[in-house]
């Protein structure tokens, strides 16, 4: 099984192919956000398109790592204005992707640097060495976000790059957690079944016609075939495991 995800990544412009691992197939469908190795990093995808047999003119294929959730967040219609949008405005599909996830699920990949070993430290490494060496000894492994805010408009990149391929400094691949909180609502609904209970209701309570009895009437005249909810189901008797 394969599937044709676009990984969150600016400015991407186009899919790639993956497969799918017997452990997903048969769960990974149109919509779906997965974890998929991009590179040297892990980053989030959305699945575009589910196939069982492989694209022409690819040999190998990296698998996908995960599901990140169970039932896909984008449906059908989503990812085909999202490729309209892409089409008419010349932007770049992820973007136009991004736009129909709901708020605070997008994750973007980051990677985590930390000091291995100290490096020889010599006339010629440099003031910016020097800077970023003291910044990881002084703070342990940092992200790179947390380096960009620490060393603004400074490129410090190829400095820890350096570090990395010399073996004095690791970098790892991270994916951020998902932002995204439970939100509840508050819901209200009419539990009296006639307007004569309605009313008969609202007076007993202040002995005389009210307010609250004319807006309760008023809202069953608007909506009086409201059903009733369903019973509960009966007890299986199973206990879970």
């Known amino acids: 099984m394969y599937a044709e995800i676009l990984p969150n990544v600016p400015s991407l412009k186009h899919s790639f192919h993956y497969s799918v691992p017997p452990a997903l197939a048969g769960s990974v469908r149109a919509g779906h956000l997965v974890v998929v190795p991009f590179g040297k990093q892990r980053v989030q995808g959305v699945v575009l398109a589910v196939g069982a047999a492989p694209p022409a003119g690819v040999a190998e294929f990296k698998a996908v790592e995960a599901l990140l959730d169970a ?32 708020p605070g699920l997008a994750q973007r990949a980051d990677a985590q640097y930390q000091l291995l070993r100290e490096p020889v430290v010599t006339v010629r490494s440099g003031a910016l060495q020097l800077r970023v060496l003291a910044l990881l000894r002084e703070r342990g492994a940092l992200r790179g976000r947390q380096l960009q805010r620490a060393l603004p408009r400074v490129a410090w990149r190829p400095v820890l790059e350096r570090l990395v391929r010399s073996g004095h400094a690791s970098k790892t691949a991270l994916l951020d957690a998902p932002t995204v909180q439970v939100r509840h609502a508050k819901t209200a609904r009419l539990t009296v079944r006639s307007r004569g209970q309605s009313l008969a209701a609202a007076q007993l309570q202040l002995g005389r016609p009210n307010a609250a009895a004319a807006l309760l009437a008023h809202l069953i005249d608007l909506w009086p075939g409201q059903p009733e909810p369903p019973a509960a189901p009966a007890a299986s008797g199973r206990t879970p495991p």
């Open 71 to 102: 039932e896909p967040v984008l449906s059908a219609e989503q990812l085909g204005l999202a490729h309209w949008l892409a089409r008419e405005t010349r932007a770049d599909l992820i973007e136009c992707v991004n736009l129909m996830l709901p």
